[in-house]
């Protein structure tokens, strides 16, 4: 079945500095979600990445979605300690149907020290 | 807050009992998803419901089943319940014509 995995699965980061996770898809993907999920919360959504080499930024966020569709990237500038949390790209997958099924990735969990 | 409810927010049982888990979509939204949580199987999808009609499935076990109602809210029942099933629940909405799902609270679930 597909697959969606990121790496890296943890990262320590000294405020200030730069962070990226990346996304990998083992099917092309309609598009590509990515969700924020505080310590003890629930997944918020950030994005959405339809077209093939799309960059989007929010604030101190760049988002990134392949060439091919089948990989994707979330870089932080300048980490704050409120960026704590995980972060998940998801992708969906409703090919051909009416379905808005979401693959989760397995998440980058990202510490952030003051 | 999403705007997508939850209850309840803790439940203990015991193995081999039966649970419902209920969930109420943001107003308008039709769609209403269903995920389990774990730490070793992260964010999976269980079922979606559209409308009161069911619209996918993952890898949902044979002993959850889920409905939404007229009313559009949705149970989660779990029966036959195991150790495994021990997890963070969450449901899900998403507006007419999005893609942008929007997660409530969730349900965290101890089986004993």
């Known amino acids: 079945g597909q697959q969606v995995m990121q790496i890296p699965q943890y990262q320590h980061v000294q405020e200030g500095e730069d962070f990226t996770t990346y996304c990998n898809s083992s099917?092309?993907?309609?598009?590509i979600q990515w969700y924020k999920q505080r310590p003890g919360g629930h997944p918020v959504f950030l994005i959405q990445l339809v077209k093939s080499g799309e960059v989007k930024k929010q604030k101190r966020l760049t988002f990134q979605f392949g060439e091919a569709k089948k990989n994707s990237s979330l870089h932080i500038t300048a980490t704050q300690t409120t960026d704590v949390g995980t972060y998940f790209c998801?992708?969906?997958?409703?090919?051909?149907?009416?379905?808005?099924?979401?693959?989760f990735g397995t998440g980058t969990l990202l510490a952030v020290q003051p | 807050d999403s705007g997508v409810t939850q209850t309840p927010k803790h439940l203990i049982t015991a193995t081999g009992q039966r649970v419902t888990l209920r969930c109420s979509p943001r107003s308008g939204d039709l769609s209403v998803y269903w995920y389990q949580q774990s730490l070793d199987q992260g964010l999976q999808f269980l079922i979606q419901?559209?409308?009161?009609?069911?619209?996918a499935k993952g890898n949902i076990l044979e002993r959850f089943s889920a409905q939404q109602f007229p009313d559009l809210h949705s149970e989660l029942n779990l029966s036959s319940l195991e150790l495994g099933d021990s997890a963070l629940y969450f449901c899900?909405?998403?507006?007419?014509?999005?893609?942008?799902?929007?997660f409530g609270p969730g349900t965290r679930l101890t089986v004993l």
């Open positions: 899900a909405s998403s507006p007419r014509l999005r893609n942008e799902q929007f």
């Open positions: 998801a992708g969906l997958d409703n090919y051909g149907g009416a379905t808005n099924k979401l693959i």
């Open positions: 099917t092309t993907l309609s598009n």
């Open positions: 419901y559209y409308n009161g009609e069911e619209r």
